[in-house]
């Protein structure tokens, strides 16, 4: 069984820096797409940074330059380091594995099978 643990997030302010974790537990085929997902108040569940099975990201243009994907394969561990944080990049964010492959491309949440839990990251202006 495949679980996705995450910790990080937090509150900063307009111009901070956070770091997520999602531990992976569990087989899952190691170059899988992995991406991290934001869903801020009122609107839907986006990806804003992926990490593919050939090692490439990908990033949405709210956050590229600012956010970075990584992966430590040692500790099966995903990262995203946010830098320059906005208030409008306030939300839970969650990692998600599942498909083999995302073309490069930022899937809908629907095509992912594995979930972390869900991380709180607030920015105050």
């Known amino acids: 069984q495949v679980q996705l643990v995450q910790s990080g997030g937090g509150s900063v302010q307009t111009g901070g820096s956070l770091r997520l974790s999602c531990t992976i537990f569990?087989?899952?085929?190691?170059?899988?797409?992995f991406t991290w997902f934001r869903q801020s108040p009122g609107k839907e569940r986006e990806g804003v940074a992926l990490?593919?099975?050939?090692?490439?990201?990908n990033y949405s243009d709210s956050v590229k330059g600012r956010f970075t994907i990584s992966r430590d394969y040692a500790k099966n561990t995903l990262f995203l380091e946010m830098t320059s944080l906005k208030p409008e990049d306030t939300g839970i964010y969650y990692c998600a594995a599942g498909p083999l492959s995302c073309a490069h491309l930022l899937l809908p949440p629907g095509r992912f099978t594995y979930w972390g839990q869900g991380n709180r990251v607030t920015v105050s202006s």
């Open positions: 990490q593919d099975d050939d090692g490439s990201s």
């Open positions: 569990g087989y899952i085929y190691v170059d899988s797409c």
